[in-house]
């Protein structure tokens, strides 16, 4: 048994299985192995809605939406989501947040900066709040907002 290093591996994945089921709710543990973008975090709901937007996938983007529809806030994502599609050389540099707090989900200030070689930097700031849901967290408000510039 001591040679047999495919029996140790097996032997190792059993251990970490059984400590993720023992510390997560089955629920959470088949939920995150099908779907590997519903998370506990807040910060990562967030980040990973920039990143559909930067990839065109705007359907997937708005299922982690709960907007009111025709909203402001809806029409914002709209608003985006012509913008992404009229220029396909337009990309999410960054996504910067600017007083996040793990405990605190409503008015998360994100800055979100996006270039194209066709314009110049383009950085809007918005308030983002998250409420949890059983398919994980999702985004209740995307306002955007006058917030300081960055120092150059």
């Given at each position: 048994m001591r040679h047999s290093r495919y029996a140790w591996i097996l032997g190792l994945a059993i251990v970490c299985l059984v400590?993720?089921?023992t510390f997560q709710t089955p629920q959470t543990v088949i939920t995150?192995?099908?779907d590997p973008h519903y998370q506990k975090s807040s910060r990562t709901t967030i980040?990973?809605?920039f990143s559909l937007l930067d990839l065109r996938q705007t359907d997937l983007a708005r299922d982690l939406l709960v907007l009111p529809e025709g909203s402001l806030d809806d029409q914002e994502f709209k608003t985006w989501e012509t913008t992404l599609n009229k220029d396909p050389l337009l990309s999410l540099q960054k996504v910067e947040f600017l007083n996040f707090d793990p405990?605190?989900?409503?008015g998360i200030i994100v800055r979100v900066s996006w270039s194209s070689p066709l314009e110049?930097?383009?950085q809007v700031t918005y308030s983002i709040s998250l409420k949890p849901t059983e398919k994980g967290w999702?985004?209740?408000q995307l306002k955007k907002i006058n917030y300081p510039a960055a120092p150059s």
């Open positions: 400590t993720i089921v995150t192995m099908s980040q990973h809605f405990a605190n989900t409503q110049n930097v383009q999702r985004i209740q």
